[in-house]
């Protein structure tokens, strides 16, 4: 039956492309496509779990508020994350030369704007006579704003090794062995939104095997976030209160929340930072706490903030007769207090930061300095490695940073220096150029000193921090026709210093090469190559010193998208990994996968369902593969040994102001009867999700 199964979906792939296609529509599989494969390329390079509601949530804003093309600037521009640089100059003189749009058509007339670019910024865009700014009334905000509550249930079926039943004596001998609250995740947000100005949130999360309501949760939830948030009041830029975000620059001296970077989308590298923003995600570590103003007077934004937060770490106290003194050996960043050493690390030491932003904005010219303090109330302790030698150790640093960005014409030039207290340095400069509407290029050179030190810093680089490396990128992307595109990059790194499991200088490259054919605006389709060569430490069994061995990493995948009706989009994947380190024998695997989404225009209901197999050698060789899920939640499995994987969603949309998601998700392995170890134990071949979720409109 499963072999009749397979066979059924292969065949399937195989004439999808004969498939007739038709219904003109104002979405864009290729822009889905593109999302999806930024959120890849994150979860590929990093094992921790990000929340990236952040750039849907921002997309959805804009469709239910699109953005007036006789009435915007660059700032507004710059949430569409479609366009670059170029387009957005380009767009905004020829709105200036025509004073008025009076169509979407005359998009193709702007240098840089093809068929596929006006397709996907569709529905983030309208047309309509510029309107005068209305002054913000507190009746209207009542009667206009909108409200959105979110309720969500999340669940393992099977039993994990955590959950399952122990004698009291073997408990209280290991207390640690077993988690302290149910398998259920819980989560729920309250929103209250009034056009772009206002936002109003509180969001509250119990991730699994945490107590709630009881226990070492007595206040009920494990996490808590609130934020008010105002915007575009006149002179007022911006003012946090609660939890936000902060960007500026390049991310080099302080950057939090989502950040991009290598793609395939190999030209758009330079960071749009967006100064202070509201925070409403559940990453338990990556924000601001406290309050935040920007202010513009003339060609200046004056940007100061204060945060005070507690945060995790592993400290030990050390009684002495006078005193007791507490060093922090690490600070800890997962989230998760689900154990009594995980309950004793939690906010235990606190962080207090304050600082300031100072920017220049005047005819394609932005220049910014970031200066900020931050303090512990504990030391943290000296590193006892030698390949982290130069990490932060004390209680307090300083950072420093001058960012710039000048455009003129066809190119952008763009970068930013930091210092930290310790004399560390750390500086990239970019440039991007235009040759013609058909041909861009990126260039992005990098020196991030060993010694440089700061805990929010998100900048690009090969690296997971932005420390010991020195690199240089060059992306391209050519329009070969109307419906055929080539994109491209390499970027050459070093690493001056050692490294985790490198125990020697090191460097390394990485290319990509993806093809992308939009047949129409129903079926798209890509090939890409990338590999990576990097330096790891020899696995033999050597005594006195580590050799570094070349480790390869390659991947080819194939993907096309299409839709065969107005309700119907059906897309494949097929995909092959290679994983060699030194002389050793490869690791090898591949993944196959059909999705079909129904999306009945007339019908309260969608849904979305994947069959996928995988067979891989080793966890080394693992694909990443992005999955559908409920609203503001995401699914970037990674798939490796050998089995097959299914998932189905569905939305209903019971009465006008309230929608229901239900997601399943089963993963089957044919070659193991063990899944994951330690309190993630599973004693058998398959694990299953459930997830649901009510969303609320008021």
Do not use: C
Not at 497 to 515: C, H, I, N
Not at 575 to 587: A, K, N
């Amino acid at each position: 039956m499963k072999n009749n199964r397979s066979i059924f979906l292969l065949f399937i792939f195989l004439i999808s492309g004969n498939l007739s296609l038709f219904a003109q529509i104002t979405d864009t599989i290729s822009g889905e496509n593109q999302i999806q494969q930024k959120i890849e390329n994150i979860a590929e390079n990093t094992d921790e779990e990000l929340d990236y509601s952040e750039l849907i949530e921002g997309l959805e804003e804009l469709m239910k508020n699109p953005i007036n093309l006789n009435n915007t600037n660059e700032s507004e521009l710059k949430r569409l994350i479609f366009l670059n640089d170029f387009q957005i100059r380009n767009l905004l003189d020829y709105a200036k030369y025509q004073k008025k749009f009076i169509s979407v058509y005359e998009l193709q007339a702007i240098d840089g704007f093809n068929r596929e670019i006006i397709y996907k910024i569709l529905p983030y865009i309208t047309i309509s006579e510029p309107k005068k700014m209305q002054k913000i009334k507190l009746k209207n905000v009542l009667k206009y704003g909108r409200s959105d509550l979110f309720i969500r249930y999340q669940r393992v079926l099977e039993e994990q090794e955590g959950y399952s039943a122990i004698d009291d004596s073997t408990l209280n001998a290991s207390p640690n062995s077993r988690y302290l609250g149910s398998p259920n995740k819980i989560y729920t947000r309250y929103n209250f939104r009034y056009r772009r100005n206002i936002s109003l949130g509180v969001t509250a999360e119990k991730d699994a095997g945490e107590e709630s309501f009881g226990g070492t949760q007595k206040n009920g939830f494990d996490y808590y976030s609130a934020h008010l948030f105002l915007q575009d009041f006149g002179t007022l830029k911006a003012l946090a209160i609660g939890d936000y975000h902060l960007q500026f620059g390049q991310g080099l001296t302080l950057w939090t929340g989502l950040a991009f970077g290598k793609s395939s989308d190999a030209v758009n590298i330079k960071k749009r930072s967006s100064g202070v923003r509201r925070y409403s995600s559940v990453d338990e570590n990556n924000f601001m706490r406290g309050i935040a103003t920007t202010v513009g007077i003339k060609n200046f934004e004056i940007t100061a903030f204060y945060s005070l937060k507690k945060v995790d770490a592993n400290i030990s106290g050390t009684d002495s007769v006078n005193s007791e003194e507490y060093f922090i050996y690490s600070l800890q960043e997962t989230g998760y207090h689900s154990t009594p050493s995980q309950i004793e690390d939690k906010d235990a030491i606190k962080e207090n930061i304050y600082g300031t932003h100072i920017a220049y904005n005047k005819k394609g010219l932005n220049v910014g300095v970031t200066a900020y303090k931050t303090k512990y109330d504990s030391e943290l302790k000296a590193p006892s490695q030698l390949y982290n030698k130069f990490d932060f150790y004390g209680d307090e640093n300083t950072n420093f940073g001058f960012d710039y960005s000048y455009s003129a014409k066809n190119f952008n030039i763009f970068g930013e220096v930091a210092r930290s207290e310790n004399g560390g340095l750390a500086y990239l400069n970019g440039l991007l150029i235009s040759l013609d509407s058909r041909v861009s290029f990126s260039l992005l050179h990098r020196n991030y000193q060993r010694n440089y030190q700061s805990h929010y810093s998100s900048a690009f680089s090969e690296s997971s921090e932005n420390v010991n490396e020195k690199g240089l990128y060059i992306g391209m992307l050519a329009s070969l026709s109307s419906k055929l595109s080539l994109s491209a990059y390499i970027d050459n790194f070093k690493f001056p210093w050692l490294k985790f499991r490198t125990d020697a200088p090191s460097g390394g490259v990485e290319y990509l090469v993806q093809l992308d054919y939009d047949l129409s605006r129903n079926v798209n389709m890509y090939f890409k190559f990338r590999q990576e060569n990097k330096k790891i430490n020899n696995s033999g069994d050597l005594n006195v010193i580590d050799f570094l061995d070349e480790r390869i990493k390659q991947s080819y995948r194939y993907h096309i998208s299409y839709r065969v009706s107005p309700s119907i989009v059906l897309k494949n994947r097929i995909e092959y990994s290679r994983y060699l380190v030194g002389s050793e024998e490869s690791d090898n695997g591949y993944l196959f996968y059909q999705d079909l989404a129904y999306r009945p225009s007339r019908r309260p209901f969608i849904f979305t369902l994947r069959y996928a197999m995988f067979d891989t050698d080793s966890y080394d060789s693992r694909i990443y593969a992005y999955e559908n899920d409920v609203l503001y939640a995401f699914s970037i499995p990674s798939y490796y040994y050998k089995g097959s994987r299914i998932y189905l969603l569905l939305r209903y949309k019971i009465t006008k102001n309230i929608d229901f998601w239900l997601r399943y998700s089963q993963t089957y392995y044919s070659n193991k009867y063990v899944i994951s170890s330690g309190l993630t134990q599973i004693n058998g071949n398959t694990k299953s999700e459930v997830k649901a979720q009510f969303r609320i409109k008021i």
